[in-house]
C-alpha cells in the first residue's frame, strides 16, 4: 500500500522557519522525483518545487536511506499559509499524493 505521511505544520510566525517531512512507503522510493505542492483557500494547487533544489526561501531535500523528502521553509509570510502536499512521480507517468498538511503563517 503507497502512502506518503506529511509531518511538521502548523502555526509559524511571520518571519519564522518550518521544515516539513513526508515519509513515502509502498514504492520505490529512489525511483520517483519528490516534491512538493501546495494550494491555499480558494486557490489552486501550485508547485512549490521539486526535489534537492531552492525555490527562493524554500529547500527541497532528500533522503534514500530514510525514504524521506523535506521542504525547509525559511523566512515564512502570510501568504506562505496553505495545505502542502507531498507529491512522487515516477518516469512512466505515476503520481501518488500525500493527504497533506496545514501550514499556517500568522502572529
Known amino acids: 500500500q503507497v502512502q506518503l505521511v506529511e509531518s511538521g505544520g502548523g502555526l509559524v510566525q511571520p518571519g519564522g522557519s518550518l521544515r516539513l517531512s513526508c515519509v513515502a512507503s509502498?514504492?520505490?522510493?529512489?525511483?520517483?522525483?519528490m516534491g512538493w505542492y501546495r494550494q491555499a483557500p480558494g486557490e489552486r494547487r501550485e508547485l512549490v518545487a521539486y526535489?534537492?533544489?531552492?525555490?527562493g526561501r524554500f529547500t527541497i531535500s532528500r533522503d534514500n536511506a530514510k525514504n524521506t523528502v523535506y521542504l525547509l521553509m525559511n523566512n515564512v509570510k502570510p501568504e506562505d499559509t496553505a495545505i502542502y502536499y507531498c507529491?512522487?512521480?515516477?518516469?512512466?507517468?505515476?503520481?501518488?499524493w500525500g493527504q497533506g498538511i496545514q501550514v499556517t503563517v500568522s502572529s
Open positions: 507529491n512522487a512521480k515516477s518516469p512512466f507517468g505515476i503520481n501518488y
Open positions: 509502498g514504492f520505490t522510493f529512489s525511483f520517483y522525483t
Open positions: 526535489e534537492d533544489s531552492v525555490k
